[in-house]
């Protein structure tokens, strides 16, 4: 039968509201204390936690900011407004989803979800959403939005489910430039290998991700269509009679004249200065391919030779790949769940709007990853025997914290009140109204 069978892991006769998930992780962490006014000469009193709570879920949700006021109760339409305005920002949403993740890294049972003792697996991937207003960012794709227009949101999580970065990019623009914003972001997530599917994958990626100790680690759509490449000339390994041989070899005398630049360009990416997507999207907007550019390629090549020999031969490998991508596709069912506002159309009209909307989702999704991981936490703990609980934690890790159905992300009816409404229309008296298609063609007429 299986424990899982015989007892849920999560609850199944009760629902846990949003709300009470939020501030139990916010007593535990503190998170909420992250937003702050952001006028440097004034600082009013602090807001009242159920404007907080309630901005969060407006944006996170895509419910929108006066929408969510209308449909709370206690809730000021102009105070929700200012709460928005003045304590959400991008800045401020990355460190309260930062300190989220600082701790629930810190749980015995997250290590636990990590395939390999001692190593940190992170993947990303990029999900595509509607938009409801006009967006420089937005691009017409059929595929995904039909006569409409759309953006792609970009975000990276661990194996134990902990979102470190999410980002808004145009929905016909490659993923690869974001994937070393992803990995060098976090400060508490430190990636020791990262996965990506071919959206993703890039030369120039597997150069700067080896240089900066992180392995990279695509999934390719059709490996034998990638090409090997040496230092050597292709004919040393022929003449040697290698059943293997690269196809070409690399241009290795203009990867040593721009070592000085490669480790220039490194260290800024490395220390913050720019974010490296926009290094890389700047480097490669020449008529002419940038000899740096072509060296970071080659080294890349290097690099993804290496690593193809090693795919094909260990299956351990292609497995951790396949499993940190399937918990990435879960992560974007999760995601799509939690943005249920306005049929799951991005409906803000700026861009730094959409960025604290997809920022607050994410930090939505990492509370409650963090709830669900104190949650079986403390059934682990309430284990009677040593059995029991080896028997739940083989289930346990079998399993993904990003699940949602215990918990109600859609607010709750009330009918306690049961006094009848008053009456708005008067039935007869609409019946009666004296309309006739007369009037219609008369209308036509003028």
Known sequence: MGRARRHPLYPVSRVIALRDVLLQVDRLTGFL???????????????????????????????????????????????????????????????????????SNTLPLTDLFRRQEGLIMTGSDGQKYDVSAPSLRASASFKYFGNGEGISIYSGLDEAGQLIYTVVINAAERESPYVLDVILHNPVIQTDAHATDMHGFSEVNFALTSLLGVEFRPRFASIHRQQL??????????????????????????????????????????????????????????????????????????????YILRYVHDPDLRASVEGMLTRVEHSNKFSSAVTLGNNQAFRWATERERTIAAGCKMVIMNAINFYNLLYLSEKLRQCISEADRHELLGTILKSSTH????????????????????????????????????????????
């Open 33 to 103: 204390g992250k937003f702050r006014h952001q006028n440097f000469l004034h600082k009013p009193s602090r807001p009242d936690t159920r404007l907080l709570l309630a901005a969060l879920i407006g944006y996170g949700e895509n419910i929108g900011i006066r929408k969510m006021a209308l449909i709370s109760r206690s809730i000021s339409s102009n105070a929700l407004e200012t709460v928005a305005t003045h304590y959400f920002s991008p800045e401020m949403i990355l460190e309260a989803s930062d300190c989220i993740v600082a701790h």
């Open 229 to 306: 490449y040496s230092i050597d000339a292709v004919s040393t390994y022929k003449e040697q009679g290698y059943r293997i041989v690269p196809t070409a070899r690399i241009d290795y005398e203009n990867l040593i004249e721009q070592g000085d630049n490669l480790l220039c360009f490194l260290a800024t990416m490395r220390l913050g200065y720019t974010q490296p997507s926009t290094l890389l999207k700047r480097l490669n907007s020449y008529a002419r391919q940038h000899p740096l550019y072509r060296a970071l390629k080659d080294l890349g090549r290097l690099y993804k030779t290496d």
């Open 403 to 446: 699940t949602w159905h215990h918990i109600n992300l859609g607010g709750e009816y009330d009918f306690s009140d049961s006094t009848q409404p008053a009456d708005l229309f008067d039935l007869k008296a609409l019946m009666n109204l004296p309309l006739s298609r007369n009037m219609r063609l008369v209308r036509k007429v003028k």
